[in-house]
């Protein structure tokens, strides 16, 4: 029994004839006969029953006929949807982000997907860590993750996308917002917001710092990159941050971002378990968000 064999046996049963069905399929009455034995073979039964203006299906006929349909109907459909998922037309595209990688870097990206792909669904997930971000990848339940990049982690890959320099972040009416830039000595003295702790960026930081042989003294830290800036901008205290997307222009606002072109740049991107296994979807996704980068630098 094939597919085929099921295809052809229902059209006869709609057609109600034999030659017919053989016109539309441009084959011999024979072959289109060939179909229907089969199936009476496997089934054990008689499916149609001659009468004098073709045929008709018998009991057990229609039996086979409606669920023959209603499979080829479900299977037919699944095919179209799986063409679409090849064609990166449909789908769903899970991605891990943290607090504010949306908004500082896929929001433009988002929109363009979007439009270019209406039937794709994009979905959100906040994890905290890297670790958990990794996992994730691993068990199949995320495709894409943005991570601050570190050293390599066994079954996945991590893809950069850009490298954000450092900035010191103060109130504008601050002694120090006047600098055109900083070295990371000068602050060594200087009580700094701290990044969000584990995390992979206060790590990177970290690290970049005891190359230079700088230790900077820390406030309570924060959870999120957003809210040092925020802090920074009321005056409740300075802070060392990434010069993420979407900042305040300089010499506008009530805040100051004065660069520390000394500090080693902190370099993001995608992590995913295997990018030749990435579905269509969220291959266009991550494609889209690298694209829009780009044309921002």
Not at 44 to 51: F, H, K, S
Request: aromatic residues 6%; charged residues 25%.
């Amino acid at each position: 029994m094939t597919l085929d064999d099921l295809r052809v046996f229902v059209a006869v049963c709609r057609a109600g004839s034999l030659s017919a069905v053989a016109r539309e399929l441009g084959c011999t009455q024979s072959a289109v006969s060939q179909h229907v034995k089969r199936l009476e073979r496997e089934t054990g039964v008689a499916l149609l029953e001659r009468q004098p203006r073709g045929v008709v299906p018998t009991h057990a006929g229609r039996v086979l006929e409606a669920a023959a349909a209603e499979g080829i109907c479900g299977l037919d459909l699944a095919v179209r949807k799986l063409r679409d998922l090849v064609d990166g037309h449909s789908g769903y595209v899970r991605v891990a982000t943290g607090a504010t990688t949306v908004r500082h870097f896929m929001s433009d990206a988002v929109v363009t997907f979007r439009r270019r792909h209406p039937h794709v669904t994009l979905e959100f997930r906040t994890v905290s860590s890297g670790r958990g971000s990794f996992d994730a990848l691993a068990d199949g339940t995320l495709d894409l993750a943005w991570i601050t990049l570190g050293p390599p982690v066994r079954g996945i890959e991590q893809r950069a996308v850009v490298e954000l320099p450092w900035v010191l972040a103060v109130r504008a009416d601050d002694p120090l917002a006047r600098r055109p830039y900083l070295d990371a000595g000068e602050l060594s003295d200087v009580r700094l917001i701290r990044l969000p702790p584990n995390s992979a960026s206060a790590a990177h930081l970290d690290s970049v710092c005891d190359e230079l042989g700088v230790r900077f003294a820390y406030e309570p830290s924060v959870a999120d990159w957003d809210t040092a800036l925020l802090l920074a901008e009321l005056g409740v205290g300075r802070a060392v941050v990434p010069a993420v997307p979407g900042l305040p222009v300089p010499g506008e606002g009530d805040l100051r971002l004065v660069p520390l072109p000394g500090l080693r740049p902190l370099p993001v991107g995608w992590a995913v378990r295997r990018w030749d296994a990435l579905s269509p979807p969220a291959r266009a996704f991550a494609d889209t968000v690298v694209e829009c980068r780009a044309r921002l630098t």
